[in-house]
Structure formats: C-alpha cells, structure tokens
DNA sequence: CCGTACTTGATACAAAGTATCATCTGCAAC
DNA sequence: GTTGCAGATGATACTTTGTATCAAGTACGG
C-alpha cells in the first residue's frame, strides 16, 4: 500500500532481491540461498514475523532450515539494513525505508498486528538531545510505540 | 546519587518498602513476602537485573522462590507501576520516579550497564504527535537510547 | 575450473517466559 | 484473637527464544 507491495506483490520481490544483491556486491558480502528465502519469505508475510514463524515457513520448501540459520541470516540482514527487529514483540520486520543508517519509529497495533515504520525528525532530534544532557554518545535508539490502529479503532469500537 | 540512595541505602529501601505498603493499601492488593523481596532486590542490586539474575538472589534466602513466582513479581510491581522492564536488554529496574502514571525513556550504558531514567518533555510530545498523526491511539511508549556514558567514555577513551 | 574464506547444517544447549493446579496465607470481618 | 476465603504462592512441567560449536559445503574472485 505504502509502496504499492500489495497491487503487485512479484514485482516487489524482484526489486528487495535486487536490492540486496546490491548491497551484498557493494559490501564484499556473499549472496546465498538462506537470505533470499528469509527476505523472500519476510516479504511475502507482509508482516512482523517471530523467528520460528519464519522457520515454519521456511521449512516447507528447505527442510534444512534451522533456528541457528534462521538468527543468522536475520543479523545479516539487519547488520545490511533491511531487516528490523521489533524488540516489545521479539519479531522481525522488513524495512520501509531502505537506504543509508536512519533513526526510525516503529507503531505497531495491538489489535491487528499491523507494523508502520516512521521516520520522525522531532523524535530524532529530542532522543538526540536528551542523549547529549545526559551525556550518552548514542548509537541505538529504540522507539516502539504500542497501540491501537485507526482501522481496528473503528471496527471494534467500544471493545 | 539522584536520591540519595547510595547515600543511605537502609534509609532507601525503607522507603521503598513503604511506598509498596501504601500502594497495595490504596488498591486493595496484598502486600506480601515474595513482593517485599523482589523489591528489596531489586533496590540493593541497584542496577537492572534479569528475571534469572533476580532469581539467583532470592534463592539463597528463599528456596521457594522458582522462575514463575519471580515473573509473577515482577508483573505485580509492573502493574503497580514500581518496576519498569527493559526490553533491550530482558531486565527490570526499579522506577525512579514514583508516582502517577507517566512515560518515561531509559538511556542504557552499553559499557557499565548503567540505566537512567527520563521523563523528557519533547520526546513524549513528539511521539504522542507521532502516533495522533499516523492514526494510532498509543498506550504504550517504549524509548530505550543505547550508547556509552559519560564516565565510560572518559575512562577508556578510544576502545 | 580451482581454492579457500566464509557460510551453512546439524546438534546440543542456554536463557527467557508461561500454564496448570493443589496448597497456603493476608487481611477484612467478626 | 479467630475465622473464612479470594487471591497468592509453590511445584512442576513445558514452550518460546536465542547461542555455541564444529564439520561439511559453496559463492565467487582469480
């Protein structure tokens, strides 16, 4: 929707393969099965998904998938960029934003699951500044605020 | 420091005891010896501690005590609004500001472990806007800023 | 096509957290 | 005090989440 993932689903999995291709080449990284399949299969949920929701997945189609692989191939991707892990859930996401290190928000809806990443420079800038009155030099800022999506406000109101 | 706790640490955890004694009046909770002694651990570690670190503590006085009752603990105190958990790092720490309901941020020290706790002004006006403008109805706002504190970065410049 | 540095697969284990149910107890009412 | 009992604990077993180790396999530059 965001991107328009949804009105063609193939098309975006071509571009996030491609994606990482390129960032595999440009930083002398190996591109293997395993992390296609994970980014593959993280693309396709179209949701936050659980380690071992992505090994139940991945599993059918590699019977040789383990936990250890699956951590594995997840802070690879991290470690590139394009995965986000959700710490209040213990899950994973792809990221909306790829592109250079970027401070980001994550909004995730009790009700429905549901994951926005925002970027937000008010945010930004206060962490940064309360950082700096406390003198920490900052190099991880989680934000991840919980709550209750328009959509799900309005179909269940009052519950 | 802040409150003097270190200065006379009996004097602190009297307090805090009492503080629990009052909440648990004034919400028609029992206040009993598990509880007392989470909180007790908790003040005396002085640090954020794992749910198995805490564990490991009771133990010695209280053979009684087993994972479950510790987690239930530490829901209660969470509940009460006397315990925070950081979800960084899987561990809990006294809150240090007692009172009303608020939205607090940690700062971590990824070096010494340190925790502090703010209640910064712009960042809960920043991401309350967050959340207005992207539709969502927040009632929960977890901020946890990693990096390396004033101290350890004096301490051990350039490592 | 080769060589090898890096990655994976396989196994085992550690850490973190939850479910269930019988027993016990804090505390309000007497 | 003593008592009754809702609510808490103790005990046990289990699930979920994440890591360590090392032999075997493979991506990719030359």
Redesign the interface.
């Known amino acids: 929707m965001r991107q328009g993932n949804k009105a063609s689903p193939a098309r975006a999995l071509e571009r996030a393969l491609h994606r990482l291709e390129d960032l595999c080449r440009e930083r002398g990284q190996r591109l293997t099965r395993p992390r296609r399949a994970v980014l593959a299969k993280l693309l396709t949920a179209g949701r936050a998904l659980s380690a071992y929701e992505l090994l139940d997945l991945l599993r059918p189609e590699d019977g040789k998938s383990t936990a250890a692989s699956v951590y594995r191939t997840l802070d690879f991707l991290m470690a590139l960029g394009i995965v986000h892990r959700l710490?209040?859930t213990r899950s994973f996401v792809l990221c909306e934003h790829p592109g250079g290190p970027h401070w980001v928000?994550f909004?995730i809806?009790?009700r429905c699951g549901q994951v926005?990443e925002?970027e937000?420079e008010?945010?930004a800038?206060?962490?940064e500044?309360?950082?700096q009155r406390?003198?920490?030099?900052?190099?991880?800022?989680?934000?991840?605020?919980?709550?209750?999506?328009?959509g799900c406000?309005g179909s269940a109101a009052r519950h």
Request: proline content about 0%.
């Open positions: 710490e209040s928000q909004l809806c009790r926005v925002a937000d008010r945010i800038a206060a962490t500044r309360l950082g406390l003198g920490f030099a900052l190099d991880q800022r989680i934000v991840e605020l919980t709550g209750v999506c328009e406000r």
